[in-house]
């Protein structure tokens, strides 16, 4: 396993400078949403960002999405 990690150094690099940014925008938007499930999930899961990607783009939006349909709801 050490000589894997030596000789393929860069691809592990790349892989984390690829990881880090989008699991810290994931987690953002998870513990700012309140989503606790979903916080837990993106912090042990390890899916090369796929999760995270997704979480950002689609299942944040749908939250969004349902507060602001409550928040016309309740003012009206």
């Known amino acids: 396993m050490e000589e894997l990690i030596q ?40 899916t090369l960002a796929i999760l995270e990607i997704l979480y950002i783009f689609v299942f944040s939006k749908n939250k969004q999405i349902k507060d602001e349909q409550e928040r016309i709801t309740t003012s009206s």
């Open 7 to 46: 000789q393929n150094i860069w691809v592990f690099l790349l892989i984390a400078l690829w990881t880090f940014p989008w699991k810290g925008v994931a987690l953002w938007k998870a513990a700012k949403s309140d989503s606790k499930k979903w916080f837990v999930v993106l912090l042990v899961v390890n």
